[in-house]
């Protein structure tokens, strides 16, 4: 805000207290135009007030003459309830320092004052990054560096001034990631061992949930000052980058020092930032940096001889599973959003068991597709890192030992359950337990007396909206981990929703249990050449670059499925249709192909709402409609596990004028938001979940 005030106010934003010279400008003020005004509060007062005194002392002192500025300062001193004189001639204190342990560095200073805030670039002008944290640090008590990547080269630069900052005894906290493989374990090390660095690390290695490159000096005269900006620790970043970096003082800019160190302090204490000893951790570190940098396979698949550790999210739900079990609950019920590894759980789960039997205790692990078992089986051996645990029940192969099984829900007929013991195996897993009521289900769950009962699935919600804990665990949920608090957690990727009305009217299509006839819903968009048309021109508006895209289109019945496969091929997309009838080699030919990038779209119908496990989809097309939260939820998972190079989830679906209840691809009982005149409307993560 200028220091003088034209008569005339010109329009715009202001930011200045309400003085005298401005009440006699309001006067002045044109036909038409309004102020706008607000109290300041009791807690911005004193900076509000101060800023405004210093920038009229500040042209006060220089207008007055050079022999009158100290005797006019002290004058205004003196009118303060706490005078402090400034002595003549002034004189600025520069330090304090033992003269019998004098060291240079209790001299020397950063090129930038203490007191002020400057923006360095690079360029010529400014001082050279490196040279001034080799400064600031001499002259701290206290470092706090958040920095997402730590590079040996870089840590070398600053390698006399860390030195001197561990003989005396100043505190050194780290912050870093794993993310990209980008931190070498070395530099690590060398800070923990020779530095006496407290070291913390995010493991996280698919979000980029910390990506801030910052530092924080702290004294105990309380000049602390701060470098916010663009410079990792490595050799370029701090010598001859293009990089931008602020740097912030105590004098100058405290609350944002201050708002530095509340922030450091909450992440130095949150459990997602797990401590680093290079003594125990190192093995960790170095399988967490090579999956990071793509040098190793997913966890997912088979041995590798590494101690499978489990994420945050999965370590809660470890407890809760133990918490329960503590309280005398065997059956227990885990709920984790698509996504999320709740496979993994159940394995790591079953090793604790083991590893407090001191054996392999038997096994059952049930679920309703060839696909979901052969990925369960390929997670369990990895967590026990044992290759040939486990045998499968599925289609034509059968277990010979028959102590641990890995089974198909259809496998297990009334026959082969009669001829099983119900107590054979102590542990039973059922993975996507909101099918618990169905027949085959139910059989199985009267028949079997396992010790403990681990039921899995990410919508506990049945179609009657009741939950399956109510009649399986007596209300009971074991540990719970919701689609939208996994997003909120940066454990999904996020999505970007569009939903196009594609004036359809389903009106007249019969309306049969809270669902549109199947054969006649498939009749209307069979053949629809403009629904086609729009969902094509579309997905062309809305997805960057069509022949790099994975998707996957759920469809209403076969005959649509292959319709619209049939319609994106000769639209240039090339796409295929499968459907339950499809035999499992041509299944595993098409998602090979889809994630290949032979073809870009595969649509499907009764397949993949469950068990899918191909986390390179980056788009999801819901081109019927349902009724089911269940269904709904399940679809848009199967786009929202993260992958390399995927940033964001497109997930569409077409609104027709129906009953209301149903609009194809809306979210069920809600949807009528999403429309918007026919044209795609993007929904934010909090407009979805607030309808």
Partial sequence: MPDELEEDLPQGLYETLRTEHIERNLKHLGEGLATQFETVSEEEAPEALARHIGRVVRKALSSAPSGARLELANQLLSNLARADAITDPPQVLHAVYDTKQIRRRALRRPTTPLSDA???????????????????????????????FIKWRGLRLLEGALKELSERGARLRVITTTYMGATERHALDELANRYNAEIRINYETNATRLHAKAWLFKRNTGFHTAYVGSSNLSQQALLDGLEWNVRLSGVATPRL?????????????????????????????????????????????????????????????LEDLDAARTKGFKENLLVAATGTGKTVVAALDYKRLADGL???????????????????????????????????????????????????????????????????FAVVVIDEFHHADAPTYRRLLEHLRPTHLL??????????????????????????????????????????????????????????????????????????????????????????????MRALGFCVSVQHAEYMAQVFTRAGIPSSAVSGSTSQPERDEALRQLRDREINCLFAVD?????????????????????????????????????????????????????????????????????????????????????
């Fill in 257 to 317: 020092v201050q708002k530095f160190q509340i922030t450091f302090d909450s992440y130095w204490e949150k459990a997602n930032f797990v401590p680093y000893d290079p003594a125990t951790d190192a093995e960790r570190l170095d399988d967490a940096l090579r999956r990071a940098g793509g040098t190793t396979p997913s966890r997912e698949f088979g041995p590798t001889g590494l101690e499978v550790v489990p994420f945050l999210h999965q370590q809660e739900m």
């Fill in 358 to 424: 001191g054996r392999l205790p038997t096994l059952l692990f049930v679920a309703h597709r060839r696909e979901i078992l052969e990925q369960s089986l390929r997670a369990y051996r990895r967590v026990l890192n044992n290759g040939s645990f486990g045998e499968l029940l599925v289609g034509g192969e059968a277990p010979t030992e028959w102590l641990h099984v890995f089974a198909s829900v259809q496998s297990l007929t009334p026959e082969r359950l009669d001829k099983i013991d119900p107590s054979r």
């Fill in 455 to 548: 039921g899995l699935t990410a919508t506990p919600e049945r179609g009657d909206g009741k939950s399956v804990a109510d009649e399986f665990f007596e209300g009971r949920i074991a540990s719970e981990l919701r689609l939208w608090d996994a997003l909120g957690e940066d454990l999904l990727v996020p999505f970007h929703y569009f939903g196009v009305a594609d004036e359809t009217d389903l009106r007249n299509l019969e309306w049969r249990r809270g669902n549109y006839e199947i054969a006649q819903l498939s009749a209307l968009y069979t053949g629809n050449e403009a629904r086609a048309a729009k969902v094509i021109a579309e997905l062309r508006d809305k997805v960057l670059d069509i022949s790099q």
């Fill in 607 to 691: 397949l993949f709402n469950e068990g899918l496990d191909v986390p390179e989809i980056d788009t999801v097309l819901l081109l019927r409609p349902t009724q089911s939260a269940t269904v709904f939820l399940q679809q848009l998972g199967r786009g929202l596990r993260r992958a390399e190079g995927k940033a964001v989830l497109i997930w569409s679906g077409l609104l027709s004028s129906g009953h209301g209840e149903a609009p194809s691809g809306g979210f069920p009982a809600a949807p009528r938001c999403f429309a918007s005149g026919g044209c795609w409307s993007s929904v934010s993560l909090g407009d979805a979940r607030s309808h």
């Fill in 118 to 148: 400057a923006l360095l670039t690079a360029s010529h002008e400014d001082p050279n990054l490196a040279h001034e944290l080799r400064r600031e640090l001499e002259s701290a008590d206290q470092v706090d560096l958040l920095c997402a």
